[in-house]
C-alpha cells in the first residue's frame, strides 16, 4: 500500500464532517466548561494549575519519544520564565531549557504565525548540543537528502520493521511552505479539528533529522491555545497521548498508510483530547487541595525550611519524608531536620506513619486534620 503523501491528491485531506460533529461539539463544551471553571479561580490558583499543565505537557511530550526530564528542572524552568519564584527547585539543565522554550513560544505566543525561522528556532531550541541520544544531527535545518530516507522503524538491527517512511527531503521546502501556509491561513476552520489536521500533516512531512513527534504536538497545542483563546494551559494533550501511547502510534500508522480520508485519525484524536480534558479535573483538584493546605499552614509560623520541604512534598515527591531526606531537601543538619519535624507534628502539618524506630517516615495531613492555632 502506498503512503498517504504518494498519492496522487495529497496533501488535500477530507474528511467525514457529519461524523465527527458530535465529537467536536463535546470536546468544545467540555473545553468551556474546564474554562469557566478556572475563570472562577483566584489569580493564584489559575496559574499553580497553569504551571502544573506544563510541567506534564513538556514532561510527557519528551517522555513519548523514551526521553526522561527531570519533572522539578522542568517545573523550575517554566516558573522561572513566567516570573515566579520557586524555592529549592534545582537549576535546569539545557535540554530542559530548550524544550520549556519551544512550549512556551508555541502557547503563549500562539497569535504568531508560524513560519519557517520559528520551526528551525524551536528545533535548535530542543538539540542544544547539535546532537541527539545516538549522534550528531541537522539542527535548526530541514533534513538533508545526504541523511538517507527518514524512516520510522522498530525492532533489532538487521530485523527492523518498517512502520512509515517519510517524503523525500529534496521535497520538504516546498511540502513546508505549503503546511505553513495553510496553517496562518483565516479559514473558516475549528482550531480543534485544525490541531488534528496539523499535528497529522507534520509528522508525516517528518522535515527534522529528530524532535518531529514533539514539534507536532507543539504545533497542536498552539492551535489548541487559539481554541481557548488563552495564555494559559489547562489540561495536557500529550499527558493523555503518553498514556495511550501504544493506540497513538497505531493510529498514525494506520492513518499514514490509507487514502487521503483521515476521518479516523481525527476522530481518536478528539477522543483523546476529550479524556485529557476530563483528566483536567483530577489537577484542579490537586491545586484546591494545595491551596486549603497552605491556607491551614499560613495561620501557623513555619520557617523557611519547613515551606521549602512542604512545597516539595506538594510536587513530584517520591514516598514518604524521613529526616535524611528532610535534611537533604532543606539542606541542613539531621539535628535541624529532626528539630524542624517535630515542629511540624506539635502543629498537625506532618502526621507520622505506622512503622516506627529507624523507619520513622511522615506524610502531610489533610487540610481538615490541621487544627486552628490556639
Not at 550528531?136 to 530541514?142: D, K, L, P
Not at 538487521?158 to 513546508?176: I, K, S, Y
Not at 489547562?234 to 498508510?257: C, G, H, N, P, V
Request: hydrophobic residues 40%; aromatic residues 8%; proline residues 4%.
Amino acid at each position: 500500500m502506498d503512503y498517504i503523501h504518494e498519492n496522487m491528491g495529497w496533501p488535500h485531506f477530507t474528511w467525514d464532517n457529519e461524523s465527527l460533529a458530535a465529537p467536536l461539539a463535546s470536546v468544545r463544551h467540555k473545553q468551556g466548561r474546564l474554562l469557566g471553571k478556572m475563570e472562577s479561580l483566584g489569580f493564584d490558583l489559575r496559574t499553580e494549575s497553569s504551571l502544573n499543565v506544563l510541567t506534564s505537557e513538556v514532561v510527557k511530550s519528551s517522555a513519548i519519544e523514551g526521553e526522561n526530564l527531570n519533572s522539578d528542572e522542568v517545573r523550575s524552568s517554566i516558573a522561572r520564565r513566567l516570573g515566579f519564584d520557586l524555592g529549592g527547585l534545582p537549576k535546569p539543565g539545557r535540554d530542559v531549557e530548550g524544550v520549556v522554550e519551544m512550549m512556551l513560544d508555541a502557547t503563549r505566543n500562539f497569535e504568531k504565525p508560524l513560519s519557517k525561522q520559528r520551526l528551525l528556532d524551536w528545533h535548535a531550541s530542543l538539540f542544544p548540543t547539535g546532537r541527539n541520544a545516538m549522534q550528531s544531527i541537522t539542527v535548526g535545518a530541514w533534513r538533508t537528502a545526504e541523511s538517507g530516507a527518514m524512516k520510522v522503524v522498530s525492532g533489532p538491527i538487521g530485523r527492523e520493521t518498517v512502520h512509515f517512511e517519510a517524503p523525500n527531503a529534496r521535497h520538504l521546502d516546498r511540502e513546508m511552505n505549503q503546511f505553513i501556509r495553510w496553517f496562518n491561513a483565516l479559514e473558516p476552520m475549528d482550531p480543534v479539528l485544525k490541531a488534528a489536521v496539523a499535528h497529522f500533516w507534520f509528522v508525516t512531512i517528518h522535515p527534522f533529522e529528530d524532535g518531529n513527534g514533539r514539534i507536532a504536538r507543539a504545533i497542536a497545542d498552539m492551535a489548541l491555545a487559539r481554541a481557548d483563546g488563552t495564555k494559559d494551559r489547562f489540561y495536557s494533550m500529550s499527558s493523555q497521548i503518553a498514556a495511550e501511547r501504544k493506540d497513538y502510534y497505531l493510529k498514525l500508522e494506520f492513518s499514514q498508510r490509507g487514502g487521503m480520508n483521515i476521518t479516523n485519525w481525527i476522530a481518536w484524536f478528539l477522543a483523546c483530547l476529550e479524556r485529557a480534558i476530563d483528566s483536567a479535573d483530577q489537577i484542579l483538584a490537586s491545586v484546591l487541595h494545595k491551596a486549603r493546605l497552605w491556607q491551614k499552614i499560613n495561620a501557623r509560623r513555619v520557617n523557611v525550611r519547613q515551606r521549602l520541604v512542604i512545597n516539595r512534598m506538594l510536587g513530584d515527591f517520591k514516598g514518604f519524608l524521613s529526616t535524611s531526606k528532610y535534611a537533604k531537601l532543606a539542606k541542613c543538619s539531621t539535628d535541624t531536620a529532626l528539630r524542624d519535624i517535630r515542629e511540624l507534628l506539635a502543629g498537625g502539618i506532618l502526621v507520622p506513619n505506622s512503622a516506627g524506630g529507624r523507619s520513622t517516615s511522615y506524610r502531610l495531613a489533610n487540610p481538615d486534620q490541621i487544627p486552628d492555632p490556639q
